[in-house]
């Protein structure tokens, strides 16, 4: 065994130990291609357990810049970073953490929905920690078009929300929200303790591991919300909306 294969092995022994994932598991993550939408608090917690399970291919959209204000949460970045390109600083804290896996970062908002169509032809499975309802609706529509999988992730104060949408099993994210909700200031910022990010973004991540590994019941129809004051975990059943112009869209898209 060479030098390099020794070390990886060493990296991940502790979890090809576990019966779901053993070598040929490992060898699945190793070969996934995943694609964060957003390098911010939920991807803080979310790429960096990719990361350090192994995920081979780790894609990072984000055109914001690292503020001191991100810094409560998104533990990507560290002081010496403001100014700089969230994607940017997240590629080179992963790639400083794990140097044996493929880090390419997107510091530019995707123009169109096709240019998002094109890079999710990229990727096996997408983690949205986007924070904002336009993009999701964006991601949905072209995950749906493209049938890929994705997890969704939201937060708010002590609060946070995840559901995973596989096309062609079960609801979309337009078929949990028909329409764009309003926001009562979209620019205004909401308040939120790294904490919340930090249990979302894993439970994404979580998910993400279970769909590349073929194992385990994914959050598919399941909307999981989280209260962290009262240290709750409630799941609400979500149903696939017969009238739901994004389903039947994807209806009329090849498998
Ligand atoms: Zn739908």
Redesign the pocket.
Known sequence: MSHAKKESFERYKRQMLIPEIQESGQEKIRNAKVLMIGAGGLASAAAFYLAAAGVGNIGIADDDKVEMSNLNRQILHDPGRISALKAVSAKQTLERFNPEIQIRAYPERFQTQGELIRILGDYDLVVDCSDNYPTRFALNDACIQTRKPWVHGAVYGFEGQAMTFVPGQG?????LYPSLPSESSPDAPVGVIGVSPGIIGMIQAAEALKYLLGKGNLLIGRLLFVDLLEMSFSEFTVH??DA?P??RV?KHCPP
């Open positions: 609801p979309c994210y337009r078929c696939r909306n739901c994004s389903c994807g």
